[in-house]
C-alpha cells in the first residue's frame, strides 16, 4: 500500500507542504461556502466538494500545485442549468445539481478511458478568457444584495443591478461599510503579504466580531446556522427527460471545468519543468467529482487562484493538497459552527474578491494587438451578459467553432514551384526565383481535406487545372491532411477519373501514413502515391507512366 501511494503521491512531505495546505485550507474554507452561495445551495456543498477536489487530485493527479475544489464559473453554469429546470421547486434543484456532478464525473472518466487528454482546447483561450470575465462581472453583481444588506430579488444579473437601483435609499450603510473594510483588507493583503491567507484573517475578524455582538448590534446579516454531514450515497430521483437534459449540460459543465483546469495546471508546469499527463488528470477529476455527487457537493476543478496561492505558499508537491484536506476535516469536526456568524457582506466581500483577478482587462489587448480573436472577445462578454452563464457559453463556444470551421472551409490552394535548381519547393508566389516544372502543375492545399471543404477545394484545383495550357500531370501535395476521410478519397477518386479521361495523370504527394493507407486500399486508378517529399513526387510526375 505504501509503494502505491509512493508511486502516486511524489516527493516526501515536508514542512513548506504544511505551511502551504494551510494557507490553501484558509483561504479555499470560505471560498466553498461562498461558492455555495452562488450556485444558491447549502454551505456543506462547497465544503463537501472541497473535500472530495482534495482528496481525489492529491492521490490521483499529476500535478504538484494544483488544488481541485469549487469554482466561480462552474458553481454559476449549476445555478443557471438547475434554476432553468427546477425554477423553484428546492428539493429538485438539489437532485437535479447531483446529477450534474455525478455525469460530469463521468464523462471525465469516459474521457480518460477515451484518452482524450489531448483535447484540451476546445474552447477558445478568448472564448475561455471573455466567459470569465462576463462571469465575473455577473458574480461581483450578483454579490450586491450582501454588501447592502438586501435580500437578492431576481436571477439574472440585469435583474439584480435594477433591484439594487430601486432600493438605493434602502441600502443598509452599516453592512456596506463592513463590507468595504473587508474588501479593501484583502486588496491590501494581498499586495503587502503575498503568502498571507488573505481571506482567512478577514473571515476569523469577521466571525469575532459577529460572535461578540458589534455587528449584530448594527443590525448586520450573518450567514447562518448550518451543518456538514455525510449522506448515503444514491441516484437522484429523476425523470428520464430530466437526465437527458443534465446529459446534455454536463457536456457544457466539463467543457469549462477542464478548460480552466487544464490551463491551471498548464501554466504551473511549464513554470516549473514538470512533466504531467492530460489522460490522468481527466481521470482524477472524474473521481473528484463523482466523489463529490456521492457527498451531495458541487462540481469541482483546478482554479487557477488556488492553485496559484498553493505554489506562492512554498508547496513542494502534493501533500500540501492532502494536508489541506486535512485541515477540513478538522474544522468539519470541530470549528464549523463558527462559520455560521460569518457576516454576509464578509462572505460578500471574499467571493468579489476571489473573482476579481479576472476583471484585467489587459488580457484582451494582445489580441487587438495583433487583429485575431477581437470580436470573439466582446461576443463572448456580451453573450454571458446578455444571455446568461449557460446560454452564453454554449453561444460563444458555437461561434468559436463556426468561425474554425468557415476558416477550414475557406482556405485556399497555391501553387508551388521548384526555388531554382534545389530539391525545395514553396508558393510560387513568394520569390522570383521560383519556377514552375514543365508540363507539371503542384498544387497544395492549406488546409486539411475533410468533408465540409474538400469540394470547395478541388473546386479550385479544377480552377487552376482549366486555366493553364499544357499540362500533363498534376502533383497535389496533401501535407496538411493528416487523414482522409470517406468524402475525400471519393472527391479526390473522382478528380482521378477525371483526369485518365482527359489523358492526364494525378500524382497524391508527401502523404501521412493514415491517408497513404486508405488511399491504397481504395486503388485510385491511373493514380501514384508518395509519402516522400516533393522531389520524389515530381520526379514520378516526370517520368512515363508503365503500360
Request: proline fraction near 5%; aromatic fraction near 6%; charge should be neutral.
Amino acid at each position: 500500500m505504501i509503494r502505491i501511494l509512493r508511486q502516486w503521491i511524489p516527493g516526501q512531505p515536508a514542512w513548506r507542504d504544511l505551511i502551504a495546505g494551510l494557507s490553501v485550507a484558509g483561504v479555499l474554507l470560505p471560498e466553498a461556502v461562498a461558492y455555495a452561495g452562488i450556485g444558491n445551495l447549502p454551505p456543506q456543498a462547497g465544503v463537501m466538494a472541497l473535500l472530495a477536489g482534495l482528496l481525489a487530485y492529491g492521490l490521483l493527479g499529476s500535478s504538484r500545485f494544483a488544488i481541485v475544489s469549487a469554482t466561480s464559473s462552474s458553481a454559476a453554469v449549476l445555478l443557471a442549468a438547475t434554476t432553468s429546470m427546477a425554477g423553484t421547486d428546492i428539493a429538485l434543484r438539489m437532485s437535479l445539481a447531483v446529477g450534474l456532478v455525478l455525469l460530469t464525473g463521468l464523462y471525465f472518466v469516459i474521457g480518460s478511458m477515451a484518452k482524450l487528454g489531448a483535447v484540451s482546447a476546445f474552447i477558445a483561450r478568448p472564448v475561455l478568457r471573455g466567459f470569465a470575465f462576463g462571469l465575473a462581472v455577473i458574480i461581483i453583481i450578483k454579490q450586491g444584495p450582501k454588501l447592502v444588506g438586501l435580500l437578492p430579488n431576481g436571477h439574472g444579473a440585469g435583474q439584480v443591478a435594477w433591484h439594487l437601483l430601486e432600493q438605493f435609499q434602502s441600502w443598509h450603510v452599516p453592512s456596506l461599510l463592513v463590507g468595504g473594510v473587508a474588501l479593501v483588507t484583502l486588496f491590501v493583503l494581498q499586495r503587502v503579504k503575498r503568502r498571507w491567507p488573505g481571506a482567512l484573517l478577514v473571515m476569523v475578524a469577521g466571525i469575532a466580531a459577529q460572535h461578540l455582538g458589534l455587528l449584530e448590534h448594527w443590525g448586520v446579516l450573518r450567514v447562518g446556522d448550518f451543518s456538514v454531514h455525510l449522506q448515503a450515497p444514491d441516484l437522484p430521483a429523476l425523470a428520464r427527460e430530466h437526465w437527458l437534459r443534465l446529459g446534455e449540460l454536463a457536456l457544457a459543465m466539463v467543457l469549462i471545468l477542464y478548460a480552466e483546469s487544464y490551463g491551471s495546471i498548464r501554466t504551473l508546469a511549464l513554470r516549473h519543468g514538470d512533466v504531467i499527463s492530460p489522460n490522468r488528470d481527466l481521470f482524477a477529476l472524474g473521481v473528484a467529482n463523482l466523489f463529490s455527487s456521492l457527498l451531495h457537493g458541487m462540481p469541482v476543478g483546478a482554479g487557477y487562484s488556488a492553485s496559484v496561492v498553493n505554489e506562492a505558499s512554498g508547496a513542494k508537491s502534493k501533500w500540501s493538497g492532502l494536508f489541506a484536506a486535512l485541515l477540513v476535516l478538522i474544522v468539519i469536526a470541530t470549528l464549523l459552527p463558527l462559520l455560521a456568524d460569518m457576516p454576509e457582506p464578509v462572505l460578500g466581500a471574499i467571493v468579489i474578491h476571489a473573482v476579481s483577478h479576472t476583471l484585467n482587462p489587459q488580457v484582451f489587448q494582445p489580441y487587438f494587438q495583433w487583429r485575431r480573436d477581437r470580436l470573439l472577445v466582446l461576443g463572448a462578454i456580451a453573450a454571458v451578459l446578455w444571455l446568461g452563464v449557460l446560454d452564453g457559453l454554449l453561444v460563444s463556444i458555437g461561434a468559436s467553432l463556426f468561425l474554425t470551421l468557415r476558416g477550414l472551409a475557406q482556405a485556399r490552394v497555391v501553387e508551388l514551384g521548384r526555388v531554382g535548381d534545389t530539391h525545395d519547393f514553396i508558393d510560387i508566389d513568394l520569390s522570383p526565383r521560383v519556377h514552375r516544372v514543365p508540363d507539371v502543375l503542384i498544387l497544395r492545399p492549406e488546409a486539411p481535406l475533410f468533408f465540409g471543404n474538400v469540394e470547395r477545394m478541388l473546386g479550385q484545383v479544377r480552377h487552376v487545372l482549366d486555366a493553364q495550357v499544357g499540362v500533363k500531370t498534376l502533383v497535389l501535395s496533401l501535407e496538411e491532411s493528416p487523414d482522409l476521410d470517406g468524402s475525400c478519397v471519393e472527391a479526390l477518386r473522382d478528380l482521378s477519373f477525371e483526369l485518365a479521361r482527359s489523358g492526364r495523370r494525378l500524382v497524391l504527394g508527401r502523404l501521412k501514413a493514415p491517408a497513404y493507407g486508405v488511399l491504397l486500399r481504395a486503388a485510385l486508378t491511373d493514380t501514384q502515391l508518395t509519402m516522400l517529399s516533393m522531389e520524389e513526387a515530381v520526379s514520378m510526375a516526370s517520368t512515363p507512366p508503365v503500360t
